[in-house]
């Protein structure tokens, strides 16, 4: 049997370091499961951090972003990572801030292309939907320098924040990372520009749709597109509606890899695709410890079947998780057995 109490332990120094009062709804849940260190410690795994240190977290990015107000323009400024979903497993978790170049957008022009001139995909679409995508390919574009614009505002991010911060790193090529001493914080300040799917654009370039590229100073290009607030988006809605159970599950997932002892090369980007991928009705009704089976069953499925596994998508919907990455079903397994052990010991506790 797994030693849970140095695990809670753990979990305890990992997302509540100065000890923070916990909210009186968690403890009083606690203390009805007081008798078993199993249950507590599940419990313990699946909860979010205190709202205290996310509120710094933010804090930290806001201080970052207000720096920056006063010598960037034409900017948008974004958030992303598992902070904006409550994922996050540690107190004092660093933060994304996104400085977007609002002077220029890109676009997938090769997919609306293809919705445009192939007849089964342009017949779904309403004539106000087809108008919105032949603009797009008859804009005349950006007269200025995209590159340009995403250097500069690289360079004078670097040379803003740099007097402030005792600790200022500019050498990595794709972000700018800061430390806020007062607030023990630290922020990752990343360079980017719009980028406009073919949904995008019948969204009326809804920021929630509207993907990214990023900025790489070193080789003065931008990167292939991400879209992380379509991602915080789905996660937080599909965890409303489930009442929180989403999030639960991904956090466990997430404090077990840091505990365990076996090499499990999967990150949050995986734990969110893998647990966004089960169907919620297999546990919108689940009480907390029952939630560990219904992953259980999940890993076993996409470890075992690869039609499965090759075909899980990001929460995103626009990259496969495991189709191009082998290894990545090692750590599966990996994964598998710490909670196999866990699933022992908890039908030994109660019933499930």
Known sequence: MKDYRRLIQNIQARTNPESIALE?????????????DILKYVRYAMKGVEPEYTQKSKLAGERVQNHLKENLSDVVYKYQGSVMTNTHIKGASDIDLLVICDKFYTFDRTSINTVLTTESLKSQLNYTQIQKLQGEIDNAGYSGSALTDLKKNRIDSENTLNPIYDICDISHPKAIKITN??????????IANWYDSVTAVLRDKDSDFRGIQVYNKESNSKGDADYPFLSIKRVNERSTETNGRLKKMIRFLKNIK???DLEIKLSSFDFNAICYNIETYKYSSKNFYELVPVIYLQLKSLSENIEHSNNLKSVDNNEYIFRYDNSKLNSLENLMAEIDSILLDLKKAVVI
């Open 181 to 190: 001493k007062s607030l023990n914080r630290d922020v990752d300040i990343v």
């Open 258 to 260: 840091a505990d365990s």
């Open 24 to 36: 009186k709804a968690f403890s009083d849940e606690l203390s009805s499961i007081s008798y078993s």
